[in-house]
């Protein structure tokens, strides 16, 4: 069930969901900042909610990769947004929400079932830590951008080097509905029918889809809402093109 994108079979192509599935996404690419001071881990978390999004999380390793160039090339020793579930203490989950889809551990981690948070080395490899250790931390910052139309918000991303938001892991969209809930409904992500099929624009194969049920017009064939949005509870929508939404450069 927790495949990187690249280790999709053809079997799950044709499998729906009705709910957002646990892919990473290469192209969810909030930026990453080191912080300097030590805090315990509930204090990093709240400091990364308090001046940016949220404590770090990683679907996949080019998100470490990415980590590693938006902090200047090398990383240190500090906390993520791992935390063990409260409710089933092997299992493990990202401080924005989400079980992890992806994992990392350095050999022998985690290593404690006492430590209950989770921290990154320098090497990128992860570590299980006592939450009340004082460590620098690392915080993602995401971006809610001003309304567009879907090709205009496009535009406006690639500009910025960057692309609308693909498909979310749940940690994401858990991210998207702290950022999102009370700016929007629902936002444009980089999903288009093109000829007579859904594409992402990024080229990315569609390997599942989370249409909701509801809405005036089936997305099977629509004649003019032709352009994907996610409505912050996970389901996609078709709207109108030239219809302005918020969107997220990823
Ligand atoms: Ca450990």
Redesign the pocket.
């Known amino acids: 069930m927790f495949l990187d994108s690249g280790q999709v079979k053809a079997s799950n192509l044709e499998g729906r969901s009705s709910f957002l599935t646990y892919f990473s996404s290469p192209l969810f690419r909030p930026k990453h900042i080191f912080i300097r001071r030590k805090l315990n881990w509930n204090e990093a978390q709240a400091y990364c909610r308090q001046h940016y999004t949220e404590l770090s999380f990683f679907n996949s390793q080019s998100d470490i990769d990415k980590l590693q160039n938006d902090t200047g090339g090398s990383i240190n020793h500090g906390w993520i947004g791992l935390q063990r579930d409260p409710n089933n203490n092997t299992a493990w989950m990202w401080s924005g929400g989400g079980y992890i889809t992806y994992e990392n551990w350095?050999s022998?981690?985690?290593?404690?079932s006492r430590?209950n948070k989770g921290n990154i080395r320098p090497d990128g490899k992860w570590?299980?830590?006592i939450g009340t250790n004082l460590l620098h931390f690392y915080c993602i910052d995401v971006t809610v951008e001003e309304k567009m139309s879907w090709e205009d918000a496009l535009s406006h991303c690639r500009e910025k080097q960057t692309d609308l938001a693909n498909q979310l892991s749940e940690a994401e969209l858990h991210l998207a509905k702290v950022k999102v809930k009370n700016i929007t409904q629902r936002f444009w992500i980089g999903l288009r029918y093109l000829a007579d099929r859904w594409l992402w624009v990024n080229g990315e194969p569609l390997e599942h889809e989370s249409w909701s049920q509801g809405g005036d017009q089936d997305h099977h064939c629509p004649i003019q809402k032709r352009c994907g949005a996610i409505h912050k509870e996970g389901l996609w929508e078709n709207w109108d093109c030239q219809d302005k939404l918020h969107f997220m450069c990823i």
């Open positions: 350095h022998g981690q985690p290593s404690n430590e570590n299980d830590r």
